[in-house]
Structures are given as C-alpha cells and as structure tokens.
Nanobody, 124 residues
C-alpha cells in the first residue's frame, strides 16, 4: 500500500524557517514527479512547488518564489520543502503529493497520491 507521510511542520515566528519532509513507502517514486500543496482554512488547496523525477526541474507558486526550495532524495524516497522567510500568510496544512507521469503538474487533479498533511503555523 502506498503511503506518504509528511513531517517537520510546527509553529514558527515570522521570518523563521522550517523544513518539511515527505517519506514515501509501498513503492519507489524515483520515476515520478512530486509536489507540495497547502490549504488554509476556508480556502482551496493551493500549488506550492513541484519537482520532476530527476530533481533537475522545479517550479514554484508565485507566493513562495525566492523563499521556498523543493528537493528530493530518490535513494531515500523522500521529498523536502525548505521554507525560509516565513510569513503569517504561509500558515496552512501542507500536503505532499506524487504524480505518476514524470513531468511536473500544477493542479490537485494532476497528482495520484497524497499524504495526510502537516500543519505549519507562522505567528506575527
């Protein structure tokens, strides 16, 4: 059974940093694209970042460009999201996702597997 487990969320002050991890089990995803999305209360799930199968191509949502970095370690079947210069508006539940085609996807519908999410709260 495929399972994605996020970790690394928590409470941080504005301007601080967090590093999220998403460990996959049940199969290898080294040939799959992976992404991060987030969802704040009362809002739709929003694209944050994505990375292709090799890690050579990345894309970011406009609101996080220059502050967040996505990376992956295929040997560990894990994807990461380094979040710097955090703002209160970054507060949300963060979800990792896997897309079986190797190319990057930008919408919820593009992804086949989802984690349960990890809460990130940024205080002002």
């Amino acid at each position: 059974q495929v399972q994605l487990v996020e970790s690394g969320g928590g409470l941080v002050q504005a301007g601080g940093s967090l590093r999220l991890s998403c460990a996959a089990s049940g199969r290898t995803f080294s040939a799959s694209a992976q992404g991060w999305f987030r969802q704040a209360p009362g809002q739709e799930r929003e694209f944050v970042a994505a990375i292709n199968w090799s890690g050579g191509i990345t894309h970011y949502g406009d609101s996080v460009k220059g502050r967040f970095t996505i990376s992956r370690d295929n040997a560990k079947n894990t994807v990461y999201l380094q979040m710097n210069s955090l703002k209160p508006e970054d507060t949300a539940v963060y979800y990792c996702a896997v897309r079986d085609p190797s190319g990057i996807g930008y919408t919820v519908q593009d992804y086949n597997y989802w984690g349960q999410g990890t809460q990130v709260t940024v205080s002002s």
